[in-house]
């Protein structure tokens, strides 16, 4: 893409509010303001970001692309068609990560697994698989702002169609409504109402707080959209190992899948990064992990040495989704910007990494999926 065309880009981005995103935050706040009121100023921004993504969902939903009739439930904006070329992002990012979880799902169904969704927000991919599958063992948890999880609860608790998945130790035709709770605990879904830089103070004199009904004994796969890309690297890292070393120790299958920026030092990079500059939105991880071998690296240092996998998703784009679905999506809207698509695709990557025991559940359900290699 030439230059002249990159404030046409910023421009898309800004009135997008910038790249659907939800996470911790580690920005600039106002000369002069206490730590504390920079902190929160900082977390505001962040946690502003989730309903931006609860929006394209809504969009995406709308018009065709994504299957989830949980999306609006927990959109607060009103609804709006976001730009063809946002929706197409919004699809390839929820059908990368989706494959990623149905394999892990689909290998050896009739065992117990466990999900956790760091920075869950409003995502909805608890309520999907509920309905997807609807028999498995399966422990899903979200870690979110008490913020956050209040307002998630206040909707499930206010909805009989997201109640009876959320309490499934509860009879089906218990419907009620409920004050403003900010944890929910069951046999299959939980919200823990944390700030995840808890744990990354963790110590043997200091231990992380605990996470009910986490088992340490299941393979347990860590999902981050676009939440740990706020932090610093250190911290990131410190989070992780608390995980890895404390909460889910070997010889237990552990794995990470992480949807992050990549690529910020090119003329789309600088934009992007002063976009999210100027709401007070910072990314870390991106300028300490640029290039997808660094993302692979990345994930080998945290312990996930069985295997460190990473793709754009312009490769997944184009590898990962059969020629009929890309049939069906081209179909949907019109899409002129093709250039600029590919130019967006290639600035966010998947990655993948497990440290695998046992059966080695992770390295058979992930051998088919295609990493992007020479990257």
Known sequence: MSAPEI??????????RGAPSRG?????????????????????????????AA???VSCVELGY???????LFATQASTRRLPLLNRGTYVRTSAIDLLVDRFLQTTPDAPKQIVSLGAGTD????????????????????????????????????????????????P???????????????????????LRSLATASDDAPPPTLPNLDPSIPTLILS????????????????????????????????????PILPNDAFGRTMISNLASRNIHLPTLTAYPELEDQRQRLKGYGFIHGFKAADTRLIWREWVTGEEKERVAGLEMLDEM?????????????????????????????????????
């Not at 209040?150 to 499934?168: F, G, M, W």
Request: charged share 25%; with cysteine; net charge negative.
């Open 7 to 16: 404030p046409n880009l910023k421009s898309i981005f800004a009135n997008r």
């Open 24 to 52: 911790r935050g580690r920005g600039r706040a106002h000369a002069g303001a206490s730590s504390e009121r920079a902190e929160e100023v900082r977390d505001t921004a962040v946690r502003s970001t989730d309903q931006d």
């Open 55 to 57: 929006g394209s969902r």
């Open 66 to 72: 994504l299957d989830d009739p949980y999306a609006q």
């Open 124 to 171: 909805t991919r608890y309520f999907r698989l509920k309905d997807h599958y609807p028999n498995i063992n399966l422990r899903y948890h979200e870690i979110d702002f008490a913020t956050n999880t209040a307002a998630k609860l206040a909707r499930v608790n206010t909805n009989k169609q997201l109640y009876t998945r959320a309490y499934p130790d509860s009879p």
């Open 173 to 195: 035709d218990v419907f009620k409504l409920d004050t403003r709770p900010t944890t929910h605990y069951s046999s299959s879904y939980n919200l823990h109402a944390l700030d």
């Open 225 to 260: 959209e676009m939440c740990l890309t706020y932090l610093q690297a250190t911290t990131v890292s410190s989070i992780l190992h608390t995980f890895l070393d404390t909460y889910i120790p070997a010889p237990t299958p552990i794995s990470l899948v992480l949807y992050e």
């Open 339 to 375: 250039e600029e698509l590919d130019l967006l695709l290639k600035h966010y990557c998947v990655a993948w990494g497990w440290r695998d025991g046992g059966d080695g559940v992770f390295t058979r359900a992930w051998a088919a999926v295609l990493e992007q290699e020479g990257a």
